[in-house]
């Protein structure tokens, strides 16, 4: 499964950004697809993630309320919809597929996208 991350940008803070994420190839093994991201010099974190089939729906805490992820079977597209963000959302957003089940954990996510710069500036 290959997949290609877009939608990030230079924003300020309140503002609105959304994300996209396509994926191709053997994208019928997909079970789930998660959104990462990565703040300079931190750790990779989960923000969200969406069943492909079931549609069930995971949020990071930071982000409940704030950002919304969807999917489009039909494009193999999977949406992050941000909204009211804050300059601590700043970092590189990584799409990521499972094949097995959904957790919050990257380990367990077997494709990554090459990932987008969101900057929220105050």
């Known amino acids: 499964v290959q997949l290609q991350a877009s939608g990030g940008g230079l924003v300020q803070a309140g503002d609105s950004l959304r994300l996209s994420c396509a994926a191709s190839?053997?994208?019928?093994?997909?079970?789930?697809m998660g959104w990462f991201r990565q703040p300079s010099g931190k750790e990779r974190e989960f923000v969200a993630a969406?069943?492909?089939?079931?549609?069930?729906?995971y949020y990071a805490d930071s982000v409940k309320g704030r950002f919304t992820i969807s999917k489009d079977n039909a494009k193999n597209t999977v949406f992050l919809q941000m909204n009211s963000l804050k300059p601590e959302d700043t970092a590189v957003y990584y799409c990521?597929?499972?094949?097995?089940?959904?957790?919050?954990?990257?380990?367990?996510?077997?494709?990554w996208g090459q990932g987008t710069l969101v900057t929220v500036s105050s």
């Open positions: 990521a597929v499972t094949l097995t089940w959904i957790t919050s954990g990257p380990r367990n996510y077997d494709h």
């Open positions: 190839g053997r994208t019928e093994n997909i079970v789930g």
């Open positions: 969406i069943g492909w089939s079931s549609g069930i729906i």
